[in-house]
């Protein structure tokens, strides 16, 4: 069992940043990929990017790519989501997800956070 628990969100201007983590506990966290996944208000949820085990391998969904970077601290068992040139349709609840295969699919990912909201204003 992997226990996750997201942290960082919060309310930010269109062109802000903002930086969530995402701290794990339970197994060994370096066997284990993780997932950021976000969703709005009415919609599905949604792949934002994925780390493998140790950082090596890293994948964006369009959206954000070249504005958000993922990460993550072995050490200290947490991932992280660094967003920058955040817009309105940013706003969601963000997710962070493990599993032991690196995958960017929403359904294989076995452990899920509470979420964190992130609220963009224009």
């Known amino acids: 069992q992997v226990q996750l628990v997201e942290s960082g969100g919060g309310l930010v201007q269109a062109g802000g940043s903002l930086r969530l983590s995402c701290v794990a506990s339970?197994?060994?966290?370096?066997?284990?990929?993780m997932g950021w996944f976000r969703q709005a208000p009415g919609k599905e949820r949604d792949f934002v990017a994925a780390i493998s085990g140790r950082g090596g391998t890293t994948d964006y969904a369009d959206s954000v790519k070249g504005r958000f970077t993922i990460s993550r601290d072995n050490a200290k068992n947490t991932v992280y989501l660094q967003m920058n040139s955040l817009k309105p349709e940013d706003t969601a609840v963000y997710y962070c997800?493990?599993?032991?295969?690196?995958?960017?699919?929403?359904?294989?990912?076995?452990?899920w956070g509470q979420g964190t909201q992130v609220t963009v204003s224009s």
């Open positions: 339970g197994r060994t966290f370096s066997n284990y990929a």
């Open positions: 997800a493990a599993n032991q295969r690196y995958t960017i699919r929403i359904g294989a990912y076995d452990y």
